[in-house]
Each structure stands twice: as structure tokens, then as C-alpha cells.
């Protein structure tokens, strides 16, 4: 988390420690509106609503800064429970992969799909079935069958779901998250 002062500090809550990672106001104050921060090895990844992502490396010393090259805004970030990756929504450039083995970072862009997505990218999650959910701002959700970072989309089944073809209140999607019994709860405007 990022305190008052501008401080990143770290929560163990299994320890119940507060770990101090870097002052970094001019980061914030040059970057403004933080969206997602989540922690990738012994890495932290800090999405900005206007520009972009940047990666606080860990090495010896403490933590450095590095910008990662994606030229659009960070609306969220998402840890993949079954591959070593990370997903990063972005605003209008579609969804990235990032992983840390690889030191590569790849990207499914909207304009790969079938049905035309021009909206940015609110929400990610991926179910246990590798089914990859994509929530937009305004274009619905796409789900992205048996999804692999290796695989081309035309090789995927993939579903579009908006106001006019399921029970999907509203076309901008902001959230999902799991419920009990096989429910997924889905957020919208």
C-alpha cells in the first residue's frame, strides 16, 4: 500500500509486519491516479490510470524503479493462479501478459478479436476452467475459452456477453469476483 507520506509499504498478515519498500512521491506525483499495485516474486507492479506500469525491481540495494513498455493506462493487474504470469488490462490496447521467467511481456490486443472491443479494459479474471474474462467499459465481457498465452485466439472458443444477449445489466464492467457454489459475481455500472 501507499500511505500518507507516499510511502510503499508491505503487510504481512500472516506476521502481522509492516515492511517499508521505497518513498516514491515523485513517481506518484508524475504518474497521479495509481489503479493497481500487486506484488509478482519479489517484485511490485504499480498500474497508473493515465501512464502505464511500472515495475519496482527488487535487487541488494532495496528496490528500483523501471517502467514497463506499455503507452497506454492501467485500469487493473491480476495475478494468474495457474501460470507464472501476470495479467494487465489496459485502456484500449487490449490485455497483457506479463512473465517474470521469460522477461517478456506479450499482449492480446483488442482488434484480435471478432467482435470489435473499443472500450478499455476495467476488470481480468481467469476461472478455474482457464477461462479468461474480459470486463470493458462499455463493450460487455469476453470470455476467451481454455486460454493459453501461447495459443492464437483463433485457435479459442470465445463468447460475447452484453445487455443484448444475456442478463448483463449494463455493458461496463467493473469487477468480478468469485462466490460460493459456482456463482460469479460480476460488477457493473
Same mark, same amino acid.
Given at each position: 500500500?501507499?500511505?500518507?507520506?507516499?510511502?510503499?509499504?508491505? $503487510?504481512?498478515?500472516?506476521? @502481522?509486519?509492516?515492511?517499508?519498500?521505497?518513498?516514491?512521491?515523485?513517481? /506518484?506525483?508524475?504518474?497521479?491516479?495509481?489503479?493497481?499495485?500487486?506484488?509478482?516474486?519479489?517484485?511490485?507492479?504499480?498500474?497508473?490510470?493515465?501512464?502505464? $506500469?511500472?515495475?519496482?525491481?527488487?535487487?541488494?540495494?532495496?528496490?528500483?524503479?523501471?517502467? /514497463?513498455?506499455?503507452?497506454?493506462?492501467?485500469?487493473?493487474?491480476?495475478?494468474?493462479?495457474? @501460470?507464472?504470469?501476470?495479467? *494487465?488490462?489496459?485502456?484500449? @490496447?487490449?490485455?497483457?501478459?506479463?512473465?517474470?521467467?521469460?522477461?517478456?511481456?506479450?499482449?492480446?490486443? $483488442?482488434?484480435?478479436?471478432?467482435?470489435? *472491443?473499443?472500450?478499455?479494459?476495467?476488470?481480468?479474471?481467469?476461472?478455474?476452467?482457464?477461462?479468461?474474462? *474480459?470486463?470493458?467499459?462499455?463493450?460487455?465481457?469476453?470470455?476467451?475459452?481454455?486460454?493459453?498465452?501461447?495459443?492464437?485466439? @483463433?485457435?479459442?472458443?470465445?463468447?460475447?456477453?452484453?445487455?443484448?444477449?444475456?442478463? $448483463?445489466?449494463?455493458?461496463?464492467?467493473?469487477?468480478?469476483?468469485?462466490?460460493?457454489?459456482?456463482?460469479?459475481?460480476?460488477?457493473?455500472?
Amino acid at each position: 500500500y501507499v500511505d500518507k507520506d507516499y510511502n510503499r509499504d508491505e $503487510l504481512n498478515t500472516e506476521k @502481522q509486519k509492516v515492511s517499508f519498500i521505497l518513498y516514491g512521491k515523485e513517481l /506518484i506525483v508524475k504518474n497521479g491516479h495509481r489503479t493497481s499495485i500487486i506484488k509478482f516474486h519479489d517484485d511490485f507492479f504499480i498500474g497508473f490510470k493515465t501512464s502505464g $506500469l511500472f515495475r519496482l525491481r527488487s535487487d541488494i540495494y532495496g528496490y528500483s524503479t523501471e517502467d /514497463i513498455p506499455i503507452n497506454s493506462g492501467v485500469f487493473c493487474l491480476l495475478k494468474d493462479n495457474f @501460470q507464472d504470469i501476470i495479467w *494487465i488490462g489496459s485502456d484500449g @490496447q487490449g490485455v497483457y501478459s506479463y512473465s517474470n521467467d521469460l522477461y517478456s511481456i506479450r499482449s492480446t490486443l $483488442l482488434n484480435d478479436f471478432t467482435f470489435k *472491443i473499443n472500450r478499455p479494459i476495467r476488470t481480468i479474471y481467469i476461472d478455474e476452467n482457464r477461462t479468461l474474462w *474480459i470486463g470493458s467499459k462499455g463493450d460487455g465481457i469476453a470470455k476467451i475459452y481454455d486460454y493459453d498465452v501461447d495459443k492464437s485466439l @483463433q485457435n479459442n472458443k470465445i463468447e460475447y456477453l452484453t445487455i443484448k444477449n444475456s442478463s $448483463l445489466w449494463d455493458n461496463s464492467v467493473y469487477s468480478f469476483c468469485k462466490g460460493k457454489k459456482d456463482i460469479l459475481w460480476i460488477g457493473t455500472e
